[in-house]
C-alpha cells in the first residue's frame, strides 16, 4: 500500500468525495465498510482513487474515523 506523503494530501483524503456510482458525492470516511471490502476484492480503481479508497479502508478497519473528521473540520475546505 501506498502512503501519504504530507499533510496536504491527508487533508485532501479528508475531503475527497466519491466521484461516481450508489455513493456518489459522499466523503470517503463516510463510504459503508462493506463498499470499501468489496472494493479491495474486486480490485481498487487505478490512480488517485484508488490509494484514497484503500487507504480509507485501512483507517476504518484501524478505527481511525475520527482522526479524519477533525480534520474535515480543522481544516475546511476554501
Known amino acids: 500500500m501506498e502512503t501519504l506523503p504530507n499533510n ?33 476484492q474486486k480490485g481498487f480503481p487505478e490512480g488517485k482513487l484508488g490509494n484514497y479508497l484503500n487507504t480509507m479502508l485501512t483507517i476504518k478497519d484501524n478505527g481511525l474515523e475520527p482522526i479524519i473528521r477533525k480534520l474535515q473540520k480543522e481544516f475546511p475546505l476554501k
Do not use: S
Open 8 to 40: 496536504k494530501q491527508l487533508i485532501e483524503l479528508a475531503h475527497y468525495k466519491m466521484p461516481y456510482g450508489k455513493y456518489k458525492g459522499r466523503y470517503l470516511v463516510d463510504l459503508p465498510l462493506p463498499y470499501l471490502v468489496w472494493f479491495r
